[in-house]
């Protein structure tokens, strides 16, 4: 999810559900230590849920990173071991970190050892054409001797050569009963799920036999979809959520602040309506909400929510 997760995102998806979790885009560990803290690491919804994602893989570097991650509010650090992309590979993170399971042990290792919050990983299931269970039961088995007691799993293998990140999401088999299996040989460890997963159906099933879910590109395309979450899944029965027009006011302030603060780099309003393209989705009035949000600018961006909101008439 890099360059989508980002803290504006998170902000609105924030609007729609107060108690899932989050993540933070994939930050790696030079990113942190040699460049622009606040710009990685601003919350924007303090006090919530959210996660902090590194990417990396030396241990002293991950421990000062998850440092950081615990001071600036964030209750979970998660270590990326499933992102296949050529460049990851180049810095020697990413997916191809579940061929070196002593080193991801020892990265855990430091990183508990320097921060009180929890330390997860997410991962796949194998790595380029293997299809043994065992391979990624080994892992899980060894880097929960290190201390990790929570694993995201991608259902599908990660190939590194010949796919892109996005075939890489697309054409390597979905397993979920590898992580079924996991469940069921871990049941002391968190086993979360991931993997083209895109509605409550399919989401109560997998919970069946696993103790979570994450959602990834269809939280991003079609958020509103969460907006059943807190009621569904974390037992607030007691709060209604917030309609589409409540977020895009809400939305609507939010830029409005975000133009005027100041700090190195300009904030344009594009660079926060840009998550929100999907709030419409599968609704009367999507076209022209998009193509509103699209065009907004920050001179105009007073007439694009009155746009936005005209398309919204029947939902109000």
């Avoid at 990140?165 to 968190?190: G, T």
């Avoid at 991931?194 to 990834?216: A, F, Q, R």
């Avoid at 660079?271 to 999507?286: E, N």
Wanted: aromatic share 8%.
């Amino acid at each position: 999810m890099m360059n989508w997760t980002d803290r504006h995102c998170r902000f609105f998806h924030r609007q729609i559900t107060r108690y899932t979790r989050l993540y933070t885009e994939m930050v790696t560990t030079s990113a942190l230590l040699h460049g622009n803290i606040p710009c990685h690491l601003d919350l924007n919804d303090a006090g919530n849920s959210t996660a902090l994602q590194l990417g990396g893989s030396e241990p002293a570097s991950l421990a000062k990173s998850a440092k950081l991650g615990q001071d600036w509010g964030y209750c979970e650090i998660n270590l990326n071991c499933g992102c296949p992309s050529g460049r990851v590979q180049k810095g020697n993170f990413g997916a191809c970190l579940m061929e070196k399971k002593k080193l991801v042990a020892d990265c855990i290792k430091a990183m508990k050892d320097a921060v009180d919050i929890d330390i997860t990983v997410k991962h796949r299931i194998g790595i380029d054409s293997g299809k043994s269970y065992e391979f990624v039961r080994d892992f899980v088995g060894e880097i929960s001797e290190a201390g990790c007691q929570t694993f995201i799993v991608h259902a599908r293998n990660a190939i590194l050569k010949g796919l892109s990140p996005k075939k890489n999401r697309e054409i390597p088999p979905l397993k979920y009963e590898y992580v079924y299996w996991l469940a069921r040989d871990f049941p002391n460890l968190e086993i979360i799920i991931n993997g083209s997963i895109k509605n409550t159906k399919e989401i109560d099933l997998h919970l069946k036999y696993v103790d979570g879910v994450m959602l990834g590109r269809e939280a991003y395309h079609n958020p509103y979809l969460m907006a059943d979450f807190d009621r569904r899944y974390f037992g607030d029965v007691g709060s209604l959520p917030k309609t589409r027009v409540e977020i895009i006011d809400a939305m609507t302030l939010y830029i409005n602040q975000q133009l005027g603060r100041s700090g190195t780099r300009r904030i344009r309003s594009n660079d926060i309506t840009r998550h929100m393209l999907g709030l419409m989705s599968g609704m009367p009035g999507a076209r022209l909400f998009r193509q509103a949000l699209s065009n907004s600018n920050d001179l105009v961006l007073d007439s694009t929510t009155l746009l936005a909101a005209d398309a919204l008439k029947k939902l109000r």
